[in-house]
C-alpha cells in the first residue's frame, strides 16, 4: 500500500507513519493516540483529530487493503 495515498487524510499522524523506528500506532475511542517504540508505549498527546477526517481515511486504508470498513 502507498503511503502517498492514505497520509492526505492522515495528516495528524504523518509524523508517526514516517518514523521507521515506531513498531504500532494505537487511535483509541477516547481520542488518545500511543505509539510503540522498542516494547516502550508513549502517548502522542500532540495528534488532535477530526472524526470524520479519520473515518474516511480509515476507509482509504481498508479499501487499499481490500476489505470494507465497519
Do not use: C, H
Request: a negative charge; aromatic letters at 8%; proline letters at 6%.
Amino acid at each position: 500500500m502507498s503511503l502517498e495515498l492514505i497520509v492526505p487524510f492522515l495528516r495528524p499522524i504523518e509524523p508517526l507513519l514516517l518514523d521507521e523506528t515506531l513498531r504500532e500506532i494505537m487511535g483509541n475511542p477516547d481520542s488518545t493516540w500511543w505509539y510503540d517504540r522498542e516494547g516502550e508505549l508513549i502517548q502522542d498527546k500532540s495528534v488532535r483529530f477530526d472524526a470524520e477526517r479519520l473515518r474516511t481515511g480509515l476507509e482509504v486504508v481498508a479499501k487499499q487493503a481490500g476489505q470494507e470498513a465497519r
